[in-house]
């Protein structure tokens, strides 16, 4: 069992910033591919990024790329979202997810889930 926590969201004008994080505790977080998703209104649910285990691997939809960094610290169990020159279309609830399976979160796989975090971008 993982516990997944995830905070960090809020208000931001077009062009900011935000930093969200991703807490967790139970079972081995580090054998563990992590996840961002978002799903905004009206929309279904999709894949923001993801990395694997060690952080050798990334992905990124197209849409973020070059905007958003996802990273990890094993040792403190957190997984990190940070969203530059943030977009009034990235406004959505974001989760974290985990899987074991780094291919299995790109398509939208997760064994545990986060609560969501609200980020609101306005122009």
């Known amino acids: 069992q993982v516990m997944l926590v995830g905070s960090g969201g809020g208000l931001v004008q077009a062009g900011g910033s935000l930093r969200l994080s991703c807490a967790a505790s139970?079972?081995?977080?580090?054998?563990?591919?992590m996840g961002w998703f978002r799903r905004a209104p009206g929309k279904e649910r999709e894949v923001v990024a993801v990395?694997?285990?060690?952080?050798?691997?990334?992905y990124y939809t197209d849409s973020v790329k070059g905007r958003f960094i996802i990273s990890r610290d094993n040792a403190n169990n957190t997984v990190y979202l940070q969203m530059n020159n943030l977009k009034p279309e990235d406004t959505a609830v974001y989760s974290c997810?985990?899987?074991?399976?780094?291919?299995?979160?790109?398509?939208?796989?997760?064994?545990?889930w986060g609560q969501g975090t609200q980020v609101t971008v306005s122009s």
């Open positions: 139970g079972r081995s977080f580090s054998s563990y591919a």
């Open positions: 990395i694997g285990w060690q952080s050798s691997n990334t």
């Open positions: 997810a985990a899987h074991p399976v780094f291919n299995n979160i790109i398509r939208g796989a997760g064994d545990y």
